[in-house]
């Protein structure tokens, strides 16, 4: 399809197919890996009682932030998110603020699922090493979404549903070996100051759910669609978090989820660690629910390459990055340009092997962008309340105020316990500023 400029030629633009079985797909798909690896690094900061508390608040801001993210994704259906519902609210710096953050989430948490990917394959395929595996998914999976987007988020679609399987399967062959002493044992070590420590981990939980929003100029009925797409997936997820958290600690306490021998570093394996534990680590069931587990990886990975190609697309097709970014592919009505630019970033970010510190940085573009929007909700109630709104949060403006309350707490928390990395993060923010305030707001074309 292509759209009329005011010049009378035609562009290729982005085309609606998803519907909101493919919404699901795609806002789980975006998140899962957060169930496989990463959340048990909580553990070791707070025990279970830290962890859970800090899960707890963390689930509350994901409800309620994301009911109110639902309602600004189907006022303003564009593919920048959050990009476009600061500059409709806030004006073109805030705007640019919250789009960057957006981006840094979205580009700097794919480095981290690679690396995860390579580690994986690199156990089957010893001669190749964890970096050149990593890559040669970005690759894949880059080619995957230039192809177009209902290949793309069909294939997302299939992986989701074998992924939620395997940890359905999971909890299935773990919960009948649960003990309620395994989750009381040790369960608060560094009291209130170990669940400030765990907030991080209680967001990879849930970490890019909101790029759902991205995929709303390319949805099918989005004023409705959306809506079942968002609710569905973050329900699924919740069940999901509960059942992983209580079923892996549950076998054999939080220790035997985080370390794989006393004194040894942090592992990113709960879950073979506490199928391990009944299965041992060489038994047909075993190897099943590893390689299948593979596929929550993939999909979050894949997932969110989509996400972060249609917000780098959004930057560039209003000319806050080079407007090259923001075309789509003539054959293919996808981003290519966006998605190969968000390829090289990733690997760059990739070759550094900052694991941890690169999943910390997503974090902290993610809670921005969390308490940008909810500032941004609020505040067009009360300047555009005339605005379409097809749905509207329940119990405002309590749910908005909860969500941006949270997500301001964790922030603070997070600044305080990562000095270093803040910096880095709110660096970026400022280097980005200072290019699009002297060189790109008053050629901005919104």
């Known amino acids: 399809m292509q759209q009329t400029t005011s010049s009378g030629s035609s562009t290729p633009h982005l085309e609606r197919t998803l519907g909101p079985l493919m919404l699901w ?22 025990g279970t009682l830290g962890l859970a508390i800090a899960t707890g608040f963390i689930i509350i801001m994901y409800i309620t932030f994301t009911f109110s993210y639902t309602e600004l994704a189907c006022a303003i259906p564009k593919a920048g998110g959050v990009f476009d519902y600061a500059t409709r609210a806030l004006g073109k710096e805030w705007g640019f603020i919250a789009g960057m953050a957006q981006i840094i989430e979205f580009v700097f948490a794919p480095p981290a699922i690679a690396a995860a990917i390579g580690a994986y394959f690199h156990i089957f395929f010893p001669g190749i090493s964890v970096t050149t595996i990593a890559i040669a998914a970005y690759f894949v999976f880059t080619v995957l979404n230039i192809s177009g987007l209902k290949a793309a988020a069909t294939f997302e679609l299939i992986i989701t549903v074998f992924a939620v399987f395997e940890l ?38 849930f970490l890019g759910l909101e790029g759902v929003a991205n995929v ?57 660690m506490a199928l391990a534990q009944i299965t041992g680590n060489s038994g047909l069931l075993y190897h099943l629910l590893i390689t299948i587990g593979l596929m929550g990886l993939v999909a979050s990975f894949h997932g969110l390459i989509l996400a972060a190609s249609r917000a780098t697309y959004e930057f560039g097709r209003i000319k806050c990055i080079p407007q090259v970014f923001g075309k789509v592919h003539p054959k293919f009505k996808t981003p290519a340009n966006a998605l190969i630019v968000n390829m090289v970033a990733g690997i760059i970010a990739l070759l550094s092997g900052k694991t941890a510190e690169i999943i910390t940085i997503a974090c902290f573009g993610a809670i921005c962008l969390y308490i940008i929007a909810m500032v941004a909700m609020l505040v067009l109630r009360k300047k555009a309340p005339e605005m379409p709104r097809p749905f509207k949060v329940p119990f405002y403006p309590y749910f908005p105020i909860i969500a941006l309350v949270i997500a301001s707490v964790s922030l603070v928390a997070m600044v305080k316990l990562n000095i270093n990395l803040s910096l880095i993060y709110f660096a970026i923010l400022a280097v980005a500023y200072i290019w699009f305030h002297f060189f790109v707001k008053n050629s901005l074309d919104v």
């Open 25 to 46: 797909g795609l806002g789980v798909g975006y998140v899962i890996s957060g169930m496989y690896f990463g959340w048990n690094l909580g553990l070791a900061e707070g």
């Open 216 to 272: 709303a100029e390319e949805t099918v009925n989005p004023q409705r669609n959306v809506l079942i797409g968002f609710g569905s997936a973050l329900l699924t997820l919740i069940v999901l978090c509960v059942l992983v958290f209580i079923a892996s600690v549950g076998v054999g306490g939080w220790e035997a989820v985080v370390y794989p021998s006393p004194g040894a570093a942090p592992s990113d394996s709960p879950l073979p």
């Open 168 to 205: 359905l399967l999971f909890c299935g062959v773990t919960l009948p070996h649960f003990s309620v002493a395994n989750l009381q044992h040790n369960a608060f070590p560094n009291g209130w100051e170990g669940v400030w420590a765990s907030v991080p981990f209680a967001i990879w939980f």
